[in-house]
């Protein structure tokens, strides 16, 4: 039997310079889907319930946008890095980031 789960798709796009060419206007769009299924659960057992999945899935992907403007790259910025520099930058953005419009602005 195929059972199908209820997917919640969400995204968080930004709008960014890049800190290596310099090229403005560069745009990116982070996306994460979650479904609704029963593994998917609470500390407590729980299955998540839609909107909880939906909401959770949004905050994932805001924070890999917020985490992504720490360290702004364009695709072909990105693509020209070395595997070890590009492992430096994803360390680099791990940080907790709570405002990714103030962490574009530092730089
Ligand atoms: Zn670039």
Redesign the pocket.
Known sequence: MLVTFPAYGRSAACTFK?L??Q?DK?KRTFRVEMTVNPYNTNPDGTMKQAAQVSQEAQADANRQRDQFLVYP??K??EDARSWSEMKAIHERRKVPVTNGVRALEEK
């Open positions: 890049c290596a060419c090229k560069r790259l364009c072909a910025c």
